[in-house]
């Protein structure tokens, strides 16, 4: 996945800009982002605070540790099991 060059408060900082009444086309141009990036990101971050944006990261990254470990023990288990059965 590509890397934006912003960071999440900085995009917030931008999205606050058009709650204020700034128009959309004037924010992209003066940051130099496509109109689809602006939606995309108004859909990804509409709402949130700069801590709660830093949080869902944290989860997030948590979620996917979780999920590997979940994955290594269904693999350990699925394995364990079929030398089971070749035993009997």
């Known amino acids: 996945m590509k890397?934006?060059?912003f960071t999440e408060s900085q995009i917030i900082g931008i999205l606050k800009?058009?709650?204020a009444g700034k128009k959309v086309a004037e924010i992209c141009r003066t940051h130099g982002i496509s109109q689809p990036t602006f939606y995309g990101w108004k859909s990804k971050y509409s709402g949130l605070e700069v801590n709660q944006v830093?949080?869902?990261k944290e989860?997030?990254?948590e979620l996917s540790q979780y999920k590997k470990i979940v994955a290594e023990q269904?693999?350990?288990i699925t394995i364990l099991k079929d030398v089971i059965e070749k035993k009997l």
Request: glycine residues 0%; proline residues 0%; positive net charge.
């Open 54 to 56: 830093k949080r869902m």
């Open 59 to 61: 989860l997030e990254s």
């Open 74 to 76: 269904t693999l350990h």
């Open 3 to 5: 890397k934006t060059k």
């Open 17 to 19: 800009e058009q709650e």
